[in-house]
């Protein structure tokens, strides 16, 4: 079990890929989750509902470029993302219905420059 590394490929939202997902982590007594792919409201929400339960408490779900919440509207004019529509926006509504987590704001003041403010979610039950 200790040390394996898998690669699973294909969408994250995948219903199939969050299967074999879940089925990778049987077994394991702590889990951290990263996302990081596509970065719209609805995708992110996604994933969060698909990854975020499969965090174990005390541990984190790490969502990544919720600064695209504070970037200027032209910054990604090539992308389906920007102020409005991004991570951060999701990890917001997310939060409204799943107490179980709370944004780390100890984390950002750490890091004091990061791609992921409010986007350090620590699993608190
Ligand atoms: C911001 S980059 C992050 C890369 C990765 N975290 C790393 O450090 O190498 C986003 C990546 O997500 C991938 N991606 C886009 N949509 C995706 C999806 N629906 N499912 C999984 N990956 C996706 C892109 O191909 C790209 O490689």
């Known amino acids: 079990m200790a040390n394996r590394i898998?690669?699973?490929q294909g969408s994250s939202?995948?219903?199939?890929?969050?299967?074999r997902v879940h089925?990778?982590?049987?077994g394991h007594q702590r889990i951290l989750v990263c996302?990081?792919?596509?970065?719209?409201?609805?995708?992110?929400?996604?994933?969060?509902?698909?990854?975020?339960?499969?965090?174990?408490?005390?541990?984190?779900?790490?969502?990544?470029d919720t600064i695209i919440e504070d970037m200027p509207a032209d910054m990604f004019p090539n992308?389906?993302?920007?102020p409005g529509d991004n991570p951060?926006?999701?990890v917001h509504q997310y939060l409204k219905t799943h107490p179980e987590f709370e944004i780390?704001?100890?984390?950002?003041?750490?890091l004091l420059i990061s791609v992921a403010p409010d986007g350090y979610l620590r699993r608190v039950a």
């Open 88 to 90: 951060k926006t999701a």
């Open 23 to 26: 089925a990778m982590t049987d």
């Open 104 to 110: 780390d704001k100890q984390i950002d003041h750490k």
């Open 35 to 64: 996302l990081d792919s596509n970065h719209t409201h609805e995708h992110v929400l996604a994933e969060l509902e698909a990854y975020a339960p499969l965090v174990t408490p005390g541990s984190y779900c790490v969502v990544f």
């Open 13 to 19: 939202i995948d219903p199939e890929i969050i299967s």
């Open 6 to 8: 898998q690669l699973i």
């Open 79 to 82: 992308r389906p993302w920007g």
